[in-house]
């Protein structure tokens, strides 16, 4: 998955030691937010920490809060998962891959604090978080979708994408925050539960177009 900010990265001048430069600030932010939440997380914590100055900082973000959120979203901007040959398969991998950035404690942290101060301010931190991490999450479960209606696994009026989007990001979400682990057994059991209920959908809609009442 490719963002507009990783191409954009790529065409400023001097981009190994700036790319160099953005992936420290952007570990630094991550651990900070996760050892002490966005209320008492500042831009002075995260400079030090990746050993920039403060004003490297704000020519990037203007507030710690997109910070933050770049910071997490940055990490799922690295899934690119290629073709799995089902929706079953795709899914999997995509959401597999997300799951395992979670377990990690930063990037797990982090992503529990930014979900935290969107409860708190659901107009603000809450927005910023729905446009920038949820929307990467849920492409990840739409590209599989529309593979498979590619590959004439499934057809584009059987499956609601935003619906499976929000069961398959939000249980994994649950999984990470309530226990912290949101293992491959559990994926694998979630994911294969979501393809039986599409492909049973799908040979119930065969049978009724051979059999019409």
Do not use: C, N
């Not at 998955?1 to 790319?19: A, D, H, L, N, V």
């Not at 900082?57 to 899934?79: G, M, N, Q």
């Not at 079953?88 to 992503?111: C, F, H, Q, V």
């Not at 659901?122 to 590619?150: F, K, N, Y």
């Amino acid at each position: 998955m490719t963002s507009r900010s990783r191409q954009g990265r790529s065409r400023r001048p001097g981009r190994p030691r700036e790319e160099a430069t953005e992936q420290a600030i952007t570990a630094a932010a991550r651990q900070v937010l996760a050892d002490k939440g966005v209320a008492r997380m500042s831009m002075e914590h995260v400079a030090a920490k990746a050993g920039v100055a403060k004003s490297t900082l704000y020519r990037r973000w203007p507030s710690k809060i997109e910070l933050a959120v770049h910071a997490v979203a940055a990490s799922f901007d690295e899934i690119e998962i290629g073709d799995q040959g089902s929706l079953e398969a795709d899914m999997r991998a995509g959401i597999g891959e997300a799951a395992r950035l979670l377990r990690d404690p930063s990037t797990g942290g982090a992503y529990a604090a930014l979900l935290a101060e969107s409860a708190r301010d659901p107009g603000g931190v809450g927005l910023r978080v729905r446009e920038s991490l949820s929307t990467r999450l849920h492409a990840l479960v739409a590209t599989s979708v529309q593979r498979a209606i590619d590959r004439g696994e499934i057809r584009q009026d059987m499956i609601d994408v935003d619906l499976l989007a929000d069961v398959v990001v939000g249980s994994v979400m649950h999984r990470a925050l309530a226990t912290g682990v949101p293992d491959e057994a559990f994926i694998d059991g979630l994911i294969g539960l979501l393809a039986d209920v599409a492909y049973a959908r799908l040979r119930r809609e065969q049978r009724e177009a051979d059999d019409p009442v």
